[in-house]
T-cell receptor
Framework: NAGVTQTPKFRIPKIGQSMTLQCTQD?????MYWYRQDPGMGLKLIYY???????DKGEVPNGYNVSRSTTEDFPLRLELAAPSQTSVYFC???????????FGSGTRLTVV | AQSVTQLDSHVSVSEGTPVLLRCNYS??????LFWYVQHPNKGLQLLQK??????LVKGINGFEAEFKKSETSFHLTKPSAHMSDAAEYFC?????????????FGTGTRLQVTL
């Protein structure tokens, strides 16, 4: 049972490059989320989705885009990588309200 | 709006002594509260969950958390710390407004366990 799988684990894009962080879950969860974690700041919600074809912005969506064409996949796209996007990114999924989340192992992104 | 305050950014205890990690929350709704643990260079793992049932909830690895509505607190405790408990702990509140639950994270408490 893989749970939530994130790829890649590490990435070092140059300023201005575009790139996609992949997230896949095999638990048939409707809800999926992208968070970024910065030191001393906890986790901040970037985007979330309540099902295939439905996405919405979180607290810090600027500079990011998402799509949800299937229940399993929820990729996060950085259109123009910026140093401010250097962070650790976590994808999570949940079956619904009042349930805890299952997190992926994270992607460490360093923009140079 | 909801928020979470973790009162200590760093807690250090000796192995075998009790652990107390403090959390206060603010929520417009009847909240769901969680504790997550993150070991170095790892993802986050659900440790505790409170969803309006028993006020004292038992989680994994001997941890307990007590929900006190009058104090808007959800403190995490363990009677005897183990070296393997050293990690970052996040208190989390769930906003149930709308069609999806969205978690708001505290800034974390780093637990150090010494011999």
């Amino acid at each position: 049972n893989a749970g939530v799988t994130q790829t890649p684990k590490f990435r070092i894009p140059k300023i201005g490059q575009s790139m996609t962080l992949q997230c896949t879950q095999d638990m048939n969860h409707n809800y999926m989320y992208w968070y970024r974690q910065d030191p001393g700041m906890g986790l901040k919600l970037i985007y979330y989705s309540v099902g295939a074809g439905i996405t919405d912005k979180g607290e810090v969506p600027n500079g990011y885009n998402v799509s949800r064409s299937t229940t399993e996949d929820f990729p996060l796209r950085l259109e123009l990588a910026a140093p401010s996007q250097t962070s650790v990114y976590f994808c999570a999924s949940s079956p619904g309200l009042n349930y805890g989340y299952t997190f992926g192992s994270g992607t460490r992104l360093t923009v140079v | 709006a909801q928020s979470v305050t973790q009162l200590d950014s760093h807690v250090s205890v000796s192995e075998g002594t009790p652990v107390l990690l403090r959390c206060n929350y603010s929520s417009s709704y009847s909240p769901s509260l969680f504790w997550y643990v993150q070991h170095p260079n790892k993802g986050l793992q659900l440790l505790q969950k409170y969803t309006s049932a028993a006020t004292l909830v038992k989680g994994i690895n001997g941890f307990e958390a007590e929900f006190k509505k009058s104090e808007t607190s959800f403190h995490l405790t363990k009677p005897s710390a183990h070296m393997s408990d050293a990690a970052e702990y996040f208190c989390v509140v769930s906003d149930q407004a709308g069609t999806a639950s969205k978690l708001t994270f505290g800034t974390g408490t780093r637990l150090q366990v010494t011999l």
